[in-house]
């Protein structure tokens, strides 16, 4: 495995760079330096991170333009007639009923629970997993009334799911490195918790390695890859998100 460790810490070298945010759907909370705004601009740029990098970016730039490009006081003031502007939103599966139905659930996680990164770290300390920390935050924003249609996009793992996105957006909001790619503003959920973001590409890149024989993109081959890659660095396992996307993406590995 000398090989592919080395590999992955070039590839892990080469695209966690400042570079590499620009046409990435990081850069929609790179707009920002609010805390609150950072994660809510990320939580909502995560949920719709499918498809084209240009079609997300696309749409997550319309839909912060809607919020006023403040995510939180947006989210925590505006009127019921403000609301209207989300009438025509749609991206690919994600409509305005989804979008309205997320902006009313962000206000209650922080008008009435304290916040995302207080769900999220109540979960941790409870299940000590970022498993139980995904569930948290579904079970969380799931409170608010919603149509059933709604619930598809937040993603489960107690029922198998990757849960790509918000695996994603967990990277974002608590690694932290000198590259500033991932902004590491949670600072108490430890790095060496985190997943990696398994989808299509990365997860080839990595049966291509070795680091993963589950044929299934799902949980437990989540579970396996990330103890793969502990392997390697027990304390930011995640950070090969960067090498194995990088690979799959930029250089075909992925197909």
Request: proline share 3%; hydrophobic share 40%.
């Amino acid at each position: 495995m000398g090989e592919v460790f080395d590999l992955l810490e070039v590839k892990y070298q080469l695209y966690n760079t400042q570079r590499f945010i620009a046409t990435d759907p990081v850069s929609i909370p790179h707009r920002y330096h609010r805390k609150e705004d950072i994660e809510i601009s990320g939580l909502l740029t995560a949920l719709i991170s499918w498809g084209t990098r240009k079609a997300i970016l696309n749409s997550a730039n319309r839909l912060m333009n809607y919020l006023e490009n403040e995510p939180f006081n947006f989210v925590t003031t505006a009127s019921v007639k403000e609301f209207n502007r989300f009438n025509h939103f749609v991206y690919r599966t994600f409509n305005s009923d989804d979008l309205l139905f997320m902006i009313y659930a962000l206000r209650a996680v922080y008008l009435e629970m304290g916040g995302l990164e207080d769900v999220a770290l109540s979960a941790f300390n409870r299940g000590g997993t970022i498993k139980s920390v995904i569930s948290g935050l579904r079970n969380a924003l799931l409170k608010t009334e919603h149509l059933r249609r709604s619930e598809k996009h937040l993603a489960n793992p107690e029922n198998g799911s990757a849960a790509k996105r918000i695996n994603m957006f967990l990277r974002w909001m608590v690694r932290e490195d000198k590259s500033n790619v991932d902004f590491g503003i949670w600072k108490q959920i430890p790095t060496s918790a985190l997943m990696c973001p398994l989808d299509i590409h990365s997860g080839n890149v990595a049966r291509k390695l070795g680091l993963l024989s589950r044929k299934q993109n799902d949980w437990k081959a989540v579970e396996e890859l990330t103890d793969n890659l502990r392997k390697f660095d027990k304390n930011d396992p995640v950070k090969y998100d960067f090498a194995l996307f990088g690979m799959g993406v930029f250089e075909g590995w992925g197909k």
